[in-house]
């Protein structure tokens, strides 16, 4: 079932996100596109996060130069790695960190939905035009993003 969000306005057209898929299920990330895009997790237990002008349930917006299968089966590895260690991984001295998008989605879920680019848009202009229009709407990133990695579209 496709997906339009409110904070994109007059985006592409109209057209809607693919989705969504349970980033947990191995079924559904192979019915994702193996080409270039940008992703949009959502928490998928309704929760919305707080952000200075008002309340979301999308959490990390993120790119694929190449494939979006492939990155979000690598955001799965992850988050089933955390799953798999009860929300723990990183807690011991000896081991890394991990990154707060994925505490995010242990803690509330996944639904992930999808863009594919037009023609020759790079997926990285696109995810900045998205990233911008959440920011105009909510005057912050997605909890999960981290850095501001992208510049004002023109």
């Known amino acids: 079932m496709a997906k339009t969000f409110p904070f994109l ?46 309340n979301s ?40 960190w991990v990154c707060q998008r994925y505490q995010y989605m242990y803690y509330h879920g996944a639904k992930v939905y999808y863009y594919s680019r037009k023609g020759k848009q790079e997926a990285k202009n696109l995810e900045a035009e998205i990233l911008w229009q959440f920011y105009a709407k909510y005057r912050a990133l997605p909890v999960g993003n981290g850095a501001k990695s992208y510049s004002k579209p023109k």
């Open 9 to 54: 306005k007059d985006f592409r057209n109209g057209i809607a996100a693919e989705g969504p898929y349970n980033l947990l299920n191995l079924d559904d990330l192979n019915k994702v596109t193996d080409s270039p895009g940008v992703y949009i997790i959502e928490a998928a237990d309704k929760f919305r996060f707080p952000y200075p002008k008002g």
């Open 57 to 96: 349930s999308i959490l990390y917006i993120g790119m694929s130069d190449s494939s979006l299968r492939g990155r979000l089966k690598r955001h799965r590895l992850h988050l089933k790695e955390l799953c798999d260690t009860n929300g723990q991984h990183g807690m011991a001295d000896n081991e890394e």
